[in-house]
């Protein structure tokens, strides 16, 4: 019997879900895989369709309309008859030995999440010239509790580009079962982030480990590269939620606090961005109307940008090492 099922929502991925689909067929233990394509306009479905009539292990399923990646994987996860269940996207794939991988780590632990570090690649690269997420060294396994998982989130602690709020783990179905824990679907933005925080409020056991194989396609139209400012309200409104919690310790409600700082630092700045297109006062007022310290910052920003100095990023960026140099695994 299959461990693991494999879920991979799809809109417009005629281009590369097939890629994505071998990847997850092709691991090194029995995998069964759900794609749930969310009213693509290409060809995405139908080539789904010709190969799930070839492959039993492959389930393709087509959303009444358009909701999202959230509402795509949640579909998808209420099929999901298996131990385990893990995120791939259509435009990402998995090298062969992934998945066994972090089975065997996950059950020798006890675990209900384990990710791997993420491995970057820009389109036409190999894994070998891409970069980690995460680290540039190997570090074994890194237990997360919710105030390390806020924190390294933000690239004051993580570096810029280096969130894992991006991670791909495997999860325990059990775990998400029990506690009803869904993908927001309001969120198209960072909810990713939001459902792993949600995991760890709800006591997951969590483990972040070296690579295992997820490789990671910086597609130049990705929606994390273009998002309107209500995306970011959406972040905003998530971590309110979050410091609303009860029985939060003092660290985690630090963490939470400098996260809501950030998001609403981004969210007061981009709605002055707004507000300068559109010739509106009243958005401009709402981007400075907010805490000393977030409008201090639209202010300072607002005044990098007259000077003609660089806005962002307001940490600086590191040399990274390739993947091969650092990935403690096979790659070409």
């Known amino acids: 019997m299959e461990k693991v099922t494999v879920i991979i929502p799809c809109y417009n991925a005629e281009a590369f879900i097939e890629t994505a689909v071998r990847s997850a067929l092709d691991q090194t233990i ?21 190969m799930a009539a070839k492959e039993p292990r492959l389930t393709a399923v087509r959303q009444p309309q358009n909701g999202g990646p959230s509402a795509a994987r949640n579909t998808a996860l209420r099929l999901v008859k298996t131990p385990w269940v893990a995120n791939l996207d259509a435009d990402d794939y998995l090298l062969p030995d992934r998945l066994r991988r972090m089975v065997e780590h996950g059950e020798a632990r006890d675990l209900d999440f384990i990710a791997d570090d993420v491995i970057r690649i820009e389109p036409g690269q ?8 995460w680290k540039d060294e190997l570090f074994g396994s890194v237990p997360m509790d919710l105030a390390l998982f806020v924190r390294q989130n933000l690239a004051k602690y993580s570096g810029p580009r280096r969130e894992i709020g991006y991670l791909k783990p495997l999860m325990r179905t059990q775990f998400l079962h029990q506690n009803d824990l869904f993908f927001r679907e309001d969120m ?10 949600r995991s760890l409020t709800l006591g997951a056991r ?24 209500s995306a970011i309200e959406k972040m905003v409104q998530g971590d309110r939620a979050f410091l609303k919690l009860p029985g939060l310790s003092a660290d985690e409600r630090a963490a939470l606090k400098e996260h809501l700082h950030n998001t609403n ?10 507000g300068v297109r559109a010739k509106s006062p009243a958005l401009m007022m709402k981007a400075l109307m907010q805490p000393p310290a977030v409008s201090g910052k639209v202010m300072l920003r607002m005044v990098k940008h007259l000077l003609r100095l660089p806005i962002l ?10 993947a091969r140099e650092s990935a403690g695994l096979s790659l070409t």
């Open 30 to 50: 029995p995998v069964q895989v759900i794609v749930v394509d969310d009213c693509s306009k290409d060809g995405s479905f139908a080539l789904l369709q010709a």
């Open 126 to 133: 190999s894994p070998g010239e891409g970069i980690r997420v």
């Open 188 to 197: 198209r933005l960072a909810e990713d982030y939001e459902f792993y925080a």
């Open 206 to 229: 969590w483990e972040l480990i070296d690579p295992c194989g997820y490789i990671a396609v910086s597609m130049p139209e990705s929606l994390s590269k273009a998002y309107p400012t």
């Open 265 to 274: 630092t981004d969210f007061a700045w981009r709605t002055m961005i707004d």
């Open 313 to 322: 990023p307001e940490v600086p960026e590191e040399t990274r090492k390739p």
